[in-house]
């Protein structure tokens, strides 16, 4: 998932893995940053710790990984503070690419 703020592009890329305190996957969201033409991990990262009790759903874990993300996207451990409409473009590009 791609998109621009500030002159800059960005990248979340979503993978899961497996968590040791639990038989479900760890749904993660990494932010990396545009560097010439290659995407530079930026350490900022958003989890989804699915309950042992539910039902892990993919598309439910990348919303909460999502959400974490931008959370974590503050001026202390990003470059800026993320307006409500760098917000609201952040979540339409992801609905846009990811339908369910």
Known sequence: MLFDLNGNTY?????????SDSPKP????????????????LFING?????PKDKFEKSKGRKMALR????????SRFKYE???????MIWEIYFKEHKK
């Open 26 to 41: 760890l749904t993660i969201a990494d932010l990396l940053i545009k560097d010439g033409d290659e995407f530079v991990h």
């Open 11 to 19: 990248q979340v890329k979503f993978s899961r893995t497996m968590n």
């Open 82 to 88: 993320l307006t409500k409409e760098d917000k609201t």
């Open 47 to 51: 989890l989804a710790k699915c309950n």
């Open 68 to 75: 974490n993300l931008i959370s974590k996207l503050t001026p």
